[in-house]
C-alpha cells in the first residue's frame, strides 16, 4: 500500500465520505423506531390477513423484531444506495477514471507498482465501507436507545452484523475494482459492475416475496448478509465464507490481470 | 556508460483479434507499432527522438516507462531492465507526458506535493525550478483547473524534474510554452546536461531538437530510420548558396568544385547553388573575385527530417506500422 496516494484518496472521498455516513447514520436510528412505534399494529395486519404473508420477508428483515427491523434497513434501497456510493461508485472509477482522465500514466510514472495502486485503492474503498457501515450500527444504537428498546438489542453480536455488510460489500467492491484494471473507460466498468449488483439485488428480493423464485436466491450476494440472523445468533459461516471467496476471486483477477495489461496512450 | 539501451524492442497491438470478421466491418489486424528498436542513449547527453504522430515514439518511452509490454527484444534504463525493474527505473526517472493531465481539484503546490510524495525523493530543484519557469507562490495556490496550458506545461516539467532525476523522459516539453519559457526551459536542459543528467527529448518541434539536442533518433512507421549527431547529420545536408558579384565581368567560376551542385544565374546576375560538406574548396574558387553580397542558408534538421520521410507512404489517422510494411534501412545507424 502507498500511503501518499492513500492520503490523497482519502482527501478526495472525504467530503463525501461525511456525507454518507451522517445519511446512514440517520436512516439506522430510523429503524428501531419504526420498529417501536409500528411493530405491533404491522403484526396485527399480517395476522389478519390484510397483508399477504410473503410482504413478511422483505430482503431477510421484518418489523416485528428489532433484528428484523435492523435486517430490512440493511437492504433498503437507501441503505444499498449509500453504500454503493463506495462499493460501486469509488471501486469502479478509482482505476478507470484515472486511466479515463490521463492522470493513471502520471501515477504510474512513479516508483509505485500497479498492485500497490490496486492494493491501496482497495484498502481505501474497504476502509471506506467499513466506516459508513460502522455509523449504521452507531445509528442502531442511538435508534434503540431513543425509542426504549435498547435491552431488545444483542450488543455482542453488532460487531458480526457489521463484519457480515463488511464482506457482502467488500466483495461487490472487488468485483467492482477488479473491473476497473480491466478497462480504459470508466463506462464499461460500472456498468458490469452496477449490472452485477442490480441483478443481484433483484434475485434476492424476488425470492423473497416470490416462493416460486426462492431457488434464484443462493445465486445473489444480498442473500449472504443475513443481517436477521446475525443479530439472532443464527448466523451461518458457510455464508461469510462465500462472500469472502467471491472478494478473493475478484482481487486475484485484479492482481493478475493489471499488471499484465497495456496501458497505452490516452487517444 | 550508456543511460539508456533498447536491443530489437518490438511492440505489436491487436494480438489474438478474431480471425473471423463480418462483411462490412473493419478487418482487425496485427499492429505493429515499434518494430526492432536498438538505440543506445549516453549518460549525460540530450538525446531527441523525432518521428510524426504514430511513428511509434510515445510507444517506446511506454515501454521504457513500463506502461506497455514489449511483444519482443529487451531494454535498459540506468542498467535495469525495463521489465524485471521497472519500479526500480521510475524511482529514478523523471518523466512529462505529452499532453500532461493533471488533478483540476488540487492547487498546483498539493499537485507537486502529492506526486512529490509519490516519488519517494526530495524534491531538491522544485524552487530552482519554479523561479526560471517563473510560477510564484501566488500562482501555486491556485487550482489547477484556472491554469492557462503554459502554466500546466510548466507544472509538468517540474514534476517531471523536481527531484533531480538521473533520466528525464520528456514528451514534448515546449508545447503551449511561450517563446520566453521555451528560451528557460532549453536554459535548464543545459544545466541539467552540465550536472551530467541524461535527457530523452521527443518533439515534433525539429528547430528545438537542433537547438538543444547532441544526437537524434528518427523513427517511422515503428522503425529507426535514423540515428545520428545532430552535427553530423546537418553537415552532409544541401546548404543553399546566394553570390551577387559586384561585376557580370568577374564572375567565379564554380563548375566542378567540389560540393556545389544545383548551379543556375538568375537574370539580375545572381549565382545561386547548393553546398555540401566542407565550404573550403567553394571559398577558395570564389577568392580573388570581388563579391557584393553572399548568403549560405545554414542546414536544417527538418530537411534532413523530411528528406528521410519524402518517399515514405502517406501515413494513416494514427500512422502505425501494418505488418506488411517494409520501411527503408537505418541511415548510418550509429552510436
Known amino acids: 500500500m502507498n500511503r501518499a496516494l492513500f492520503v490523497r484518496t482519502w482527501r478526495a472521498q472525504r467530503l463525501k465520505l461525511l456525507i454518507c455516513t451522517i445519511a446512514i447514520a440517520a436512516w439506522s436510528t430510523f429503524l428501531p423506531v419504526i420498529y417501536k412505534s409500528f411493530g405491533s399494529q404491522m403484526k396485527a395486519l399480517v395476522d389478519s390477513g390484510v397483508i399477504p404473508k410473503q410482504l413478511t420477508d422483505f430482503g431477510g428483515g421484518d418489523v416485528f423484531s428489532l433484528p428484523g427491523a435492523i435486517a430490512i434497513g440493511y437492504i433498503h434501497p437507501i441503505a444499498i444506495i449509500l453504500v454503493s456510493v463506495f462499493a460501486v461508485g469509488f471501486a469502479t472509477s478509482a482505476v478507470a477514471g484515472e486511466r479515463q482522465r490521463g492522470t493513471l500514466e502520471v501515477i504510474l510514472a512513479r516508483p509505485v507498482s500497479r498492485r500497490t495502486v490496486y492494493v491501496t485503492f482497495l484498502v481505501a474503498a474497504i476502509a471506506f465501507i467499513a466506516i459508513v457501515l460502522a455509523a449504521a450500527i452507531a445509528g442502531t444504537l442511538l435508534g434503540s436507545g431513543l425509542s426504549g428498546v435498547a435491552s431488545e438489542l444483542p450488543l455482542e453480536r453488532l460487531p458480526l452484523l457489521w463484519l457480515n455488510g463488511v464482506l457482502l460489500w467488500a466483495a461487490v467492491a472487488a468485483i467492482g475494482l477488479a473491473a476497473s484494471v480491466s478497462f480504459d473507460r470508466l463506462a464499461p466498468a460500472l456498468g458490469i459492475t452496477l449490472a452485477v449488483t442490480v441483478v443481484s439485488y433483484f434475485l434476492e428480493i424476488l425470492g423473497s416475496l416470490w416462493p416460486d423464485a426462492k431457488g434464484l436466491q443462493p445465486y445473489s450476494l444480498f442473500h449472504y448478509l443475513a443481517a436477521r440472523d446475525d443479530l439472532n445468533g443464527a448466523a451461518s459461516a458457510s455464508g461469510f465464507a462465500i462472500l469472502a471467496v467471491v472478494a478473493v476471486v475478484a482481487i486475484g483477477w485484479a492482481l493478475v490481470e493489471f499488471p499484465r495489461r497495456d496501458l497505452a496512450a490516452p487517444s | ?335
Open chain 2, 1 to 335: 556508460m550508456d543511460a539508456l539501451t533498447t536491443k530489437g524492442l518490438s511492440k505489436a497491438y491487436g494480438r489474438g483479434a478474431p480471425r473471423v470478421h463480418l462483411p462490412g466491418h473493419a478487418v482487425a489486424t496485427e499492429v505493429r507499432a515499434l518494430e526492432d528498436l536498438s538505440i543506445a542513449v549516453r549518460e549525460g547527453e540530450i538525446f531527441g527522438f523525432l518521428g510524426p504522430n504514430g511513428a511509434g515514439k510515445s510507444t517506446t518511452i511506454r515501454l521504457l516507462l513500463g506502461l506497455l509490454h514489449p511483444t519482443s527484444g529487451s531494454a535498459q534504463v540506468l542498467g535495469l531492465d525495463i521489465v524485471r525493474d521497472s519500479v526500480a527505473i521510475r524511482s529514478r526517472v523523471g518523466y512529462l507526458p505529452g499532453g500532461i493531465a493533471l488533478y483540476d481539484s488540487l492547487s498546483g503546490e498539493a499537485l507537486l506535493d502529492y506526486l512529490g510524495d509519490l516519488t519517494g525523493r526530495p524534491s531538491v530543484r522544485r524552487p530552482e525550478l519554479l523561479d526560471r519557469l517563473e510560477l510564484s507562490a501566488r500562482t501555486l495556490r491556485r487550482l489547477v483547473r484556472d491554469y492557462s496550458r503554459g502554466m500546466r506545461q510548466k507544472i509538468g516539467i517540474i514534476q517531471a524534474l523536481q527531484h533531480d532525476p538521473e533520466l528525464a523522459i520528456l514528451d514534448e516539453p515546449t508545447e503551449g510554452l511561450d517563446p520566453l519559457m521555451q528560451r528557460a526551459f532549453y536554459a535548464i536542459l543545459d544545466d541539467l546536461k552540465a550536472a551530467g543528467r541524461t535527457i530523452f527529448f521527443s518533439s515534433h518541434v525539429l528547430s528545438e531538437v537542433e537547438r538543444v539536442c547532441d544526437r537524434v533518433a528518427i523513427v517511422r512507421r515503428g522503425r529507426l530510420v535514423a540515428l545520428q549527431e545532430v552535427a553530423t547529420l546537418l553537415e552532409h545536408r544541401k546548404r543553399n548558396v546566394e553570390l551577387r558579384p559586384e561585376s557580370s565581368d568577374d564572375v567565379p567560376s564554380l563548375e566542378g568544385v567540389p560540393g556545389v551542385s544545383g548551379l543556375a544565374r538568375t537574370a539580375d546576375g545572381r549565382l545561386t547553388c547548393q553546398l555540401e560538406g566542407d565550404v573550403g574548396p567553394f571559398l577558395a574558387a570564389i577568392a580573388g573575385h570581388r563579391i557584393a553580397d553572399l548568403t549560405i542558408e545554414p542546414a536544417h534538421l527538418e530537411e534532413a527530417f523530411l528528406e528521410l520521410y519524402e518517399d515514405a507512404e502517406p501515413d494513416s489517422d494514427d500512422a502505425q506500422t501494418a505488418t506488411q510494411a517494409q520501411p527503408p534501412a537505418p541511415t548510418e545507424v550509429a552510436r
